[in-house]
């Protein structure tokens, strides 16, 4: 399981940093994104990091945000800086990880937690 923390009300210019845990029986985890969803819009990719810690961003958030692993926490991070309305959304954690050696990859949600850029 994903659990998403980290959100809340930021004015603009301001910065936020957002969490993901993820939990229970996991053997290894491949990539871990975040994505986000505005109001009215379709869900988007914000930023990936990958095991071997290769990351990729957005257009729209290059040199803003940063996305981090603790591997040994089994946690993803996403630093957002120079927050712009914009980036008002509901910001998703995912990733693709095997609960034992033997299993197929899984693909897990967390629950999304909301950001708004506002003043």
């Known amino acids: 399981q994903l659990q998403a923390s980290g959100g809340g009300l930021v004015q603009p210019g301001g910065s936020l940093r957002l969490s993901c845990a993820a939990s229970?029986?996991?053997?290894?985890?491949?990539?871990m994104l975040w994505y986000r969803q505005a109001p009215g819009k379709q869900r988007e990719l914000v930023a990936a990091?990958?095991?071997?810690?290769?990351?990729n961003y957005a257009d729209s958030v290059k040199g803003r945000f940063t996305i981090s692993r603790d591997y040994a926490k089994n946690t993803v991070y996403l630093r957002m800086n120079s927050l712009k309305p914009e980036d008002t959304a509901v910001y998703y954690c995912n990733a693709d990880l095997r609960p034992h050696y033997w299993s197929f990859w899984e693909d897990h949600w967390g629950q999304g937690t909301l950001v708004t850029v506002s003043s």
């Open positions: 229970g029986i996991i053997d290894r985890i491949r990539a």
């Open positions: 990091i990958t095991s071997g810690g290769g990351t």
